[in-house]
């Protein structure tokens, strides 16, 4: 079977985060894991994302950057952690509709 990854970043991304991670986790096709870079962020992404991967019904991979990247070297640092076959990119305040 083909396996899915999703890559998101993030950077300050409070306001939305949560709404985003409950809408990939509602799909009616999960994905076999999700990979979020984070980018130094100052607010609370980072205790977000934490209690998200108790609760996450699929793998989330998680990582801080020690340093700010950039939004361009941060998505590129988390597709390079994707295994999946097929790898979609996702913003942190994007909606993920079922299906």
Not at 45 to 61: G, L, S, Y
Not at 74 to 88: L, W
């Amino acid at each position: 079977m083909t396996t899915i990854s999703i890559a998101m970043c993030t950077y300050n991304s409070e306001a939305h985060l949560q709404e985003q991670l409950d809408s990939v986790a509602n799909q009616t096709r999960l994905p076999d894991e999700l990979v979020i870079c984070d980018d130094c962020s100052t607010d609370r992404t980072e205790d977000i994302v934490r209690a998200f991967v108790n609760i996450a019904p699929f793998k989330v991979n998680f990582s801080v950057n020690e340093k700010r990247l950039g939004s361009t070297a941060n998505f590129e640092k988390a597709i390079c952690m994707c295994q999946g076959d097929i790898i979609a990119l996702a913003d942190h305040d994007d909606i993920c509709y079922p299906q």
